[in-house]
C-alpha cells in the first residue's frame, strides 16, 4: 500500500543551525501539507502546497520556514535558524485531491532542538 | 475561524463495550470531516473520510457520523477492544487548503 515516508525519523540540533525535513508523498498525490505536534498539545498547520507553490501557510509558518518540492518526488522543509521552540514533531501528508481529499500522513520527524 | 473541540478529552473503558468520541466544530460550512488514530510518538492513520454530502461512513467495527448542520461528528467504535487505546482525532477541511484538528480524545481500553 503507498505511504508517505518521511526522514529522518529523529534529529537533534542546536538552536540556531538549518534544519531539512524530507518527505515523499504518495505518487499521485497533488497537494502536500507540513503539520506539526508539540508534545501533549494538538496538532498544528503549517503549510500546504500545490502545483508547485505554497497555498496557505498558518502564522507559525514564518521567514524562518521554506518548503520545497526540489524534484518529482520529495518535498522538503527547512528552518533556517532553528530556536527552542521549534522542538516538535513535524508531519508531512499529502492527498490525490484537494476539496474532496483524503488526507495521508507520514510517520513524523521529531526535531529536538538543544 | 474554524474550531475544532473533542469530547471527552479522555476516555476508559473496559473491553467490550461500545463507546461514542465526539467532535464538534464552529463553522458548518466545510467540504469533509475525516476521523485518524493515533498511537503514542506516531504517525496519525486515517480512519475514516466523511464528505460534507454523506450522513455516515463505515469501516468494520467504525461507524462516523456528520451533521453539517449542527457542526457535530460522532465516532462510534463497537465492542472496543485493548488494541483500540489510542488518541483519536477528527479534521475538518474548509476548502482553505488546510484541514483543522481537534484536541483529540485519549482513548484506553482495559482488557
Known amino acids: 500500500e503507498p505511504e508517505v515516508t518521511q526522514t529522518p525519523s529523529h534529529q537533534v540540533t542546536q538552536m540556531g543551525q538549518e534544519v531539512i525535513l524530507r518527505c515523499v508523498p504518495i505518487s499521485n498525490h497533488l497537494y502536500f501539507y507540513w503539520y506539526r505536534q508539540i508534545l501533549g498539545q494538538k496538532v498544528e498547520f503549517l503549510v500546504s502546497?500545490?502545483?508547485?507553490?505554497?497555498?496557505?501557510k498558518s502564522e507559525i509558518f514564518d521567514d524562518q520556514f521554506s518548503v520545497e518540492r526540489p524534484d518529482g518526488s520529495n518535498f522538503t522543509l527547512k528552518i533556517r535558524s532553528t530556536k527552542l521552540e521549534d522542538s516538535a514533531m513535524y508531519f508531512c501528508?499529502?492527498?490525490?485531491?484537494?476539496?474532496?481529499?483524503?488526507?495521508?500522513f507520514g510517520e513524523g520527524s521529531r526535531l529536538t532542538v538543544l | 475561524k474554524q474550531e475544532v473541540t473533542q469530547i471527552p478529552a479522555a476516555l476508559s473503558v473496559p473491553e467490550g463495550e461500545n463507546l461514542v468520541l465526539n467532535c464538534s466544530f464552529t463553522d458548518s460550512a466545510i467540504y469533509n470531516l475525516q476521523w485518524f488514530r493515533q498511537d503514542p510518538g506516531k504517525g496519525l492513520t486515517s480512519l475514516l473520510l466523511?464528505?460534507?454530502?454523506?450522513r455516515e461512513q463505515t469501516s468494520g467495527r467504525l461507524n462516523a457520523s456528520l451533521d453539517k448542520s449542527s457542526g457535530r461528528s460522532t465516532l462510534y467504535i463497537a465492542a472496543s477492544q485493548p488494541g483500540d487505546s489510542a488518541t483519536y482525532l477528527c479534521?475538518?477541511?474548509?476548502?482553505?487548503?488546510?484541514?483543522?484538528f481537534g484536541t483529540g480524545t485519549r482513548l484506553k481500553v482495559l482488557a
Open positions: 502546497f500545490y502545483n508547485n507553490e505554497i497555498s496557505e
Open positions: 466523511i464528505q460534507s454530502s454523506q
Open positions: 479534521a475538518v477541511y474548509s476548502g482553505t487548503y488546510k484541514y483543522i
Open positions: 501528508a499529502s492527498s490525490r485531491y484537494g476539496n474532496a481529499g483524503e488526507l495521508f
